[in-house]
């Protein structure tokens, strides 16, 4: 009888490795290797040798960065998602992309589980799972650290090490760095070991090689760059003048961002499994690219519309962090998320300086704004009667001066 086979979302770390040892001799299982290249450079080096010699029986190691790119985080970007007004969903916005290939490696190997190392208390769990249900629910989930026989035997990180010592997995742990990061395309993640303090100053001078992404903002340039971004319908398609695709536009604003030290944020966030956590991020490409789209709204979206879509961006930024991204009302506020795109054209000139995004000017071939119209001086086109806002104040200012008068007599 063939071995059953589970595919292990595999990042060469400590608990990613000793789950693929475990899970082949627990389930005595062949254990595929599947890892997702969304951007994180060095990170993928050495790891097929690595999985590979820690058992398992066949690697992927995928390039998906310009699908990353265009299918979900351009579209994210249209919908102004920002959660809890801080976060630009970074790791979330990558986990549905990962758990789409995982199933359809899954289905072209035969295999019948899928498997994680997140652990039981964060988000990324129930982002995978949701994701991996809403595309292939006939494949199981295996969450080792949900299994309380795996917690017995691995209740630290110690274990964990000795694990892997005694089975000659070479990994890398080491109390230099006490905390844990995640880097993409679009952002790289920090949280654990001293930042679970939220008094912890992480943008101190001593703890500026935590970053990777960016320079802090004192050690940025003394002098201001611009920058001018294209956009098409939404999408940003061309930097200072030139094409790019999605995966370009934004390679090419984390290098410029990151040399402002633009994009950090440290943030106490609300977890979807109820706790809170505190999370340092640095998003210098993603940064630029949503103060500018934003700025390309205001002159061309038109008002009704755009407070239409605003009053989603939270409903819409909750999906993607909780783990909804193919659910069917996700889809739905995506095409209303479209439709709202369709004159979001033109360029916008921004102004880059020590953190700061800076607006420097946006012009557009379906712009909305009239300067005739909105001019304090005589409006030569007649469009606007300044006497007709008497008439349009007093309308409003009716349930006012009722709701007044029904105070003032109780």
């Known amino acids: 009888m063939a071995k059953q086979k589970i595919v292990l979302a595999y990042s060469g770390g ?5 789950i693929l ?4 001799e627990t389930y005595d299982a062949e254990i595929i290797a ?4 969304i951007g994180q450079k060095d990170e993928l080096d050495g790891l097929e040798e690595k999985a590979l ?5 066949k690697v992927y190691i995928d390039d998906l960065r310009a699908e990353f790119a265009q299918d979900f985080i351009y579209p994210m970007f249209q919908s102004g998602a920002l959660y809890e007004g801080q976060y630009l969903l970074g790791t979330s916005i990558a986990r549905p992309l990962i758990a789409k290939r995982m199933v359809e490696i899954a289905r072209a190997e035969g295999a019948t589980a899928i498997a994680h190392g997140a652990t039981g208390k964060g988000n990324d769990q129930v982002r995978f799972e949701l994701n991996a249900a809403a595309l292939a ?7 080792p650290w949900r299994l309380e026989s795996f917690r017995d035997q691995f209740p630290g990180r110690a274990e964990m090490i000795a694990y892997a010592e005694k089975h000659g997995i070479p990994v890398t742990a080491s109390a230099a760095k006490p905390y844990s990061t995640d880097r993409n395309l679009l952002h790289i993640s920090f949280e654990s070991g ?4 939220p008094w912890f100053d992480a943008s101190s001078e001593e703890n500026e090689d935590m970053y990777v992404l960016s320079v802090s903002p004192e050690r940025a340039p003394d ?3 611009y920058v001018e971004l294209t956009f098409l319908q939404g999408n940003c398609t061309a930097i200072n003048g030139v094409e790019v695709n999605p995966l370009e536009a934004m390679e090419m604003l984390n290098e410029l961002g990151g040399k402002h030290g633009i994009g950090r944020v440290d943030m106490v966030e609300n977890r979807f499994v109820g706790m809170k956590s505190r999370g340092v991020y640095e998003t210098p490409g993603g940064t630029i690219l949503f103060t500018a789209h934003r700025k390309m709204e205001s002159l061309t979206m038109d008002r009704e519309v755009m407070h239409l879509r605003d009053s989603l961006i939270a409903k819409y930024s909750q999906l993607v962090y909780n783990g909804f991204w193919f659910a069917p009302e996700r889809l739905a506020l995506q095409a209303l998320v479209t439709e709202s795109q369709k004159n979001v054209t033109g360029v916008v000139r921004l102004k880059l300086y020590k953190g700061n995004v800076i607006g420097a000017g946006v012009q557009s071939p379906v712009s909305l704004y009239n300067p005739d119209i909105a001019t304090m001086e005589a409006d030569p086109s007649q469009a606007y009667d300044q006497g007709d806002a008497a008439g349009f104040i007093a309308l409003n200012a009716l349930r006012l ?4 008068g029904v105070e003032q007599n109780k």
């Not at 010699?53 to 029986?57: L, Y």
């Not at 629910?137 to 969450?143: D, M």
């Open 34 to 37: 599947f890892t997702a290249d």
């Open 137 to 143: 629910p006939e494949i199981s989930v295996i969450a």
């Open 401 to 404: 001066k009722v709701s007044s």
């Open 223 to 225: 002098e201001a760059e």
């Open 21 to 24: 040892k475990w899970l082949k």
């Open 194 to 197: 001293m930042l679970e303090d």
């Open 14 to 18: 400590l608990d990613t490795s000793v």
């Open 53 to 57: 010699a820690t058992g398992a029986s």
